[in-house]
């Protein structure tokens, strides 16, 4: 890990009955060393303990790629489904069970490539649900092949002398979606910005789009490394109503106020190039929930009989 | 044209009619032929209705290609397909009209209730066109009956496309005797959200189009309806589907708008939310299968339904569904294919693709419904067994039963096809989330809520605890787990019933909507003293127990399918490059035995005329050298 990499130290003491953080781990995780898909492991853990979830009570829905793998290591419900298809099995467990706390997590490659239509329109759904998108800029699972947010120029086994586009940018993209409600981005290397970020993420009841940078150890090591050495260049937004860790003033010195109710600034910011920025872009929690929206009284067995039966005088002959 | 005063009406009884009503796309030949079968069933008629619809919303008018309509088969006794031709046409214009003489659907003394308006048209392209049609269609007997459709409905209306429908229903009421009051009240029911002028101005047109009737044909028709006191409904296949999924208690529907699949979610999402239930709308294909399956993981047994082109889009995410044991109905309204194909059209060309339709081997159901009735019937049965055996279940219908109507017993319901709460009882210790019965391959559901039951399902192979394995006995275990699920499912079905002897010179074996149909054409053989009988597959995967030995005792079998096969005598096409039939593929494969088939597709319903005719053709000479 970074010089700078700050450790979870401050992590709460529960009472005897509470889970710790440690409950929430189902089976060590099997991702190479120093993949940055521990961290946010840790993170989840730790807020999972912190909101004192009930196992039986979550579920984590995945794709397919590292980040994926998520669900098998958290002691929860799990779906491990198909490339790029997390986000509607996870609309169809919320459609399904409203009561139930859904986390999502996928790759860059699941997200923004394959499941990019699902992206765009989970986005729009407004489901309550925690949506972690593990971005470390490459293909790692299938061996290092260039993903949409892969840098210009750099170079995987498909493109051998340099990624030729210019990265997708998951943020103005999602920014850009009507009705999305929540949106931030957050980095393995700053884990008390990331745990702060997941529980702004969870807080809100909405969909919770967040991007967290993180690096491939065998295949993006040094994707983000100017920023892990100088945390000049990173600038934290922080705003009440998003995210403000006190401890990380020392640290990053470019701190921006920014209202995440504030969309245009939002999109603004998300589009400069000259920083990198962490911390809740936008977030709305007054749009509507898809699952309350479509939200009916419940009929009993006994009731629906006596309508269907009711149903069938329309085709009475 | 016949005259009023000197007419004597000529009334003639007869067993059963088939009409058309034929127009250009847009001017309401479903609503006047929805109303006209409606009605017909209502007075204890039975009724079999096809729609001939473009894929396009409204194609140029008075062209070949924008021909829109209806046929409408009813007698005295249940109707259980199109038949062969029609006796009587309603058409708005001749190049509609002309498009249904050239797919020979009329009967030759056909009698055509043509609209006069074109006859002396001053454009004389149109004038030339027509007189061109008159001359193609003259080498028929067709006895044409002008009649100023046009001219009666702008009396009434301004647009008259919005008007010669009622107007021509209004003549067919007179033509057949139909209770006008029930044409009164589904006119109504049909505009209940249209301001109350629109129901008047419609019941007005319907009016004059008797008048006009009575004052200037000379014939009418009467068909006895025989009185039942039970309860019976009518519906389309679609709807009898959409109101078959929630009597079996399923309160999800994703879906993605594909035709001819469509209208099973407008039903749905017209009444589901009155019973606790959603439609929900999805991104696309993939997206519609998916939410369905997280719905049915979380405990609910939810529906997808789509078309040939979804079903291929599905195609992964059912695969998943197999792999990890969650329950999905999936119904299939097929269409004419490959690709985008005959969308509006009927073809039973989705069978092997929703047996074997995706990579590594994934055993699912897959049944077929063959009456409308049926289709209702389906959706019951699908969802009990996909919970039972924690199975994806297909069910395939078709254009021809998603858009026909017909009559049927009122279904009766139970309670106990409702969801019941999702079992959110604590996981026993030990019990894993694939505990297979080595026998059966069956395991305990563990729906999320479940104190102690979490795991993680996925896609990957798999052992019993759902960790990722790639041992190879785990994956061989597996496969044989999903896949023995399916012999045990089979070894509660029946054999399949035999209309007919059981034994004879040749079995005719269909699967689905083509049931009326082939019922028909061997009822006519049988007439003639051949031996012949049919039976009709419900269950496709697995097969119905028993085929081997029932096929063993006819001299031939031969499937008749709604799909293509190479026909023996084509170039190049012989033994060894015949492609057969989807449904003799099959079955050749499942009983080894020789089995030839006849198939089609035209992209409409098959006619029993045509069906008699490739019997006949095939039934072998026996012994003495004649056709037994």
């Known amino acids: 890990m970074s010089s700078i990499a700050i450790s979870l130290l401050d992590l709460e003491t529960g009472s005897p009955e509470c889970l710790e953080a440690e409950d929430y781990q189902k089976r060590p995780a099997k991702w190479c060393a120093g993949c940055g898909d521990f961290g946010v492991l840790n993170s989840v853990k730790r807020l999972m303990a912190k909101e004192q979830l009930q196992p039986e009570k979550t579920v984590f829905v995945s794709g397919i790629g590292c980040s994926s793998r998520f669900p098998h290591y958290v002691n929860s419900y799990g779906f491990h489904g198909i490339h790029g298809r997390a986000l509607p099995v996870a609309t169809g467990v919320k459609l399904a069970r409203p009561e139930l706390d859904v986390f999502v997590t996928m790759g860059d490659g699941d997200c923004t490539s394959i499941g990019a239509g699902h992206w765009i329109h989970a986005t729009r759904y407004n489901a309550n649900m925690v949506v972690l998108m593990l971005d470390n800029n490459i293909y790692g699972l299938t061996k290092n092949q260039t993903s949409p947010t892969t840098p210009q120029g750099y170079a995987s086994m498909t493109s051998p002398r340099g990624a030729v586009l210019p990265a997708l940018d998951p943020l103005q993209a999602t920014l850009g979606v009507s009705n999305a409600s929540f949106v931030a981005q957050t980095a393995d290397w700053v884990p008390v910005h990331l745990y702060a970020t997941l529980q702004a993420a969870y807080d809100h009841p909405g969909f919770s789009f967040v991007r967290i940078l993180q690096r491939c150890p065998k295949f993006t090591p040094d994707v983000f490394q100017k920023n892990v050495e100088n945390p000049d260049l990173t600038e934290l937004l922080v705003h009440e109503n998003g995210v403000d860790v006190p401890a990380l003033a020392q640290l990053f010195k470019a701190r921006r106020t920014h209202d995440p109710l504030n969309l245009d600034d939002a999109r603004s910011l998300a589009r400069r190039r000259d920083m990198l920025r962490l911390g809740v872009f936008f977030r709305d929690d007054s749009l509507p929930v898809y699952e309350e929206i479509r939200a009916v009284p419940k009929v009993s067995a006994e009731e629906k009989v006596a309508r269907l039966n009711k149903e069938f005088k329309r085709y009475a002959v | 044209m016949s005259k009023a005063d000197t007419r004597s009406i000529d009334f003639m009884e007869v067993p059963e009619h088939t009409v058309e009503i034929i127009t250009n796309s847009g001017e309401g030949a479903q609503k006047c032929a929805q109303i006209f079968g409606q009605t017909c069933a209502k007075m204890g008629n039975g009724v079999w209705t096809v729609e001939i619809i473009p894929a396009e919303i409204e194609p140029p008018h008075h062209t070949v290609t924008s021909t829109s309509g209806n046929i409408i088969r009813f007698g005295t006794e249940k109707i259980t397909n199109w038949g062969d031709q029609s006796r009587l046409a309603v058409a708005f214009n001749d190049q509609v009209l002309l498009s249904r003489h050239r797919l020979d659907s009329l009967k030759d003394d056909c009698i055509i209730l043509l609209d006069s308006c074109w006859q002396e048209h001053d454009d004389e392209e149109i004038h030339r066109m027509y007189h061109e049609a008159m001359e193609e269609m003259s080498t028929k007997n067709y006895r044409f009956v002008l009649v100023p459709i046009e001219e009666e409905a702008l009396k009434i209306v301004d647009n008259p496309s919005h008007g010669k429908n009622m107007f021509a229903l209004g003549m067919l009421a007179e033509i057949y005797q139909r209770d006008v009051s029930i044409i009164e009240k589904q006119i109504a029911h049909i505009f209940r959200f249209k301001p109350p002028k629109v129901t008047e101005k419609n019941i007005e047109l319907v009016k004059s189009g008797i008048k006009w009737a009575k004052e200037n044909l000379d014939f009418q028709f009467h068909i006895k309806s025989i009185p039942f006191d039970e309860e019976r409904i009518v519906m389309n296949g679609n709807q009898a589907a959409a109101i078959g999924a929630i009597a079996a208690g399923m309160e999800l529907c994703a879906m ?35 939410v369905a399956i997280g719905a049915s993981y979380a405990g609910k047994v939810a529906l997808t339904v789509t078309s040939g082109p979804g079903m291929a889009l599905k195609t992964e995410f059912l695969a998943l569904a197999i792999m990890v044991e969650v329950p999905l109905v999936v119904l299939n309204v097929q269409r004419g294919g490959p690709s985008t194909g005959l969308p509006t059209k009927v ?41 039972t055996f924690r199975c994806v279940v297909i069910v395939l219908t078709d254009a021809n039963l998603a858009t026909g109507v017909q009559q049927f017993t009122r279904p009766p319901l139970d309670v106990r096809w409702q969801q019941g709460a999702i079992d959110q009882s604590p996981v026993p210790e030990g019990l894993r989330p694939y505990d297979w019965d080595p026998e059966t391959g069956l395991s305990r559901r563990i729906i999320p809520g479940s104190p102690g039951g979490q795991h993680t399902v996925t896609g990957l192979a798999h052992d019993e605890e759902s960790l990722v394995s790639y041992h190879p ?139 008699y005719t490739h019997i006949i053709a095939r039934l072998e000479p026996n012994e003495e050298g004649v056709a037994a």
């Open chain 2, 256 to 290: 993605y708008p594909i035709t001819p699949a469509t209208s099973v979610s407008h039903e749905l999402s017209e009444i589901i939310e009155s019973f606790g239930g959603m439609v929900h709308q999805a991104e696309d294909e993939i997206a519609a299968a998916g």
């Open chain 2, 347 to 387: 073809e039973q060309s989705d069978l092997l693709s929703s047996l074997y339709g995706q990579p590594g081997d994934a055993p699912r159901v897959v049944i077929a419904p063959r009456t409308i009735e049926e289709c209702f019937h389906a959706m019951v049965t699908a969802r009990r067994i996909a919970e």
């Open chain 2, 473 to 611: 006995s785990s994956n061989e275990l597996g496969m044989k787990m999903r896949s023995r699920k399916l012999a045990v499912f089979q070894s509660t079905l029946m054999p399949p019933e035999l209309h007919g002897d059981k034994e004879g010179d040749m079995l005719v074996v269909g699967w689905g909507s083509t049931q009326g149909a082939i019922v028909e054409a061997v009822d006519r053989a049988r007439s003639e003293g051949l031996k012949v009988s049919t039976c009709q597959l419900t269950f496709l995967s697995p097969l119905e127990p028993g085929l081997k030995d029932i096929f063993s005792r006819f001299r031939k079998v031969m499937t008749v399918e709604i799909n293509y096969s190479d026909t023996p005598g084509d170039p190049y096409i012989n033994e060894e490059t015949r492609r057969y039939g989807q449904l003799a593929w099959l079955l050749r494969a499942h009983t080894l035995v020789d089995i030839d088939c006849w198939t089609s597709c035209p992209g409409q319903p098959l006619r029993p005329r045509d069906i």
